[in-house]
């Protein structure tokens, strides 16, 4: 059975921080692109980050240089650092994995609010 599992969301002022975390199973992680997007109120969802290698992580521009991507292999786990947040960050976070030609698994979503 697939589960992706986020956790870290809430309510953060502007400028602050959070750590959002994606724990998974059911799925070769270490051969999985992960990702986490987002869809704010009244929007598509939209890619913010991913990484397969830690060395080339991808983001999306209004995040660059603010967030940051990770995954630990041994832990089947993806996290997503986000600092220096601006309101319009708040949306609801959506971690995937992707394998080509094989799945494409979103986990249930976890909201962040950013107030200003």
């Known amino acids: 059975q697939v589960q992706l599992v986020e956790s870290g969301g809430g309510l953060v002022q502007a400028g602050g921080s959070a750590r959002l975390s994606c724990v998974t199973s059911?799925?070769?992680?270490?051969?999985?692109?992960m990702g986490w997007f987002r869809r704010a109120p009244g929007n598509q969802r939209e890619f913010v980050a991913r990484?397969?290698?830690?060395?080339?992580?991808n983001y999306a521009e209004p995040v660059k240089g603010r967030f940051v991507i990770s995954r630990d292999n041994a832990k089947n786990t993806v996290y997503l650092q986000m600092n220096s947040l601006k309101p319009e960050d708040t949306a609801i976070y959506y971690c995937?994995?992707?394998?080509?030609?094989?799945?494409?698994?979103w986990g249930q979503g976890t909201q962040v609010t950013v107030s200003s």
């Open positions: 059911g799925i070769i992680f270490s051969e999985s692109v």
């Open positions: 995937n994995a992707w394998r080509d030609g094989e799945y494409n698994y």
């Open positions: 990484v397969f290698n830690s060395d080339s992580p």
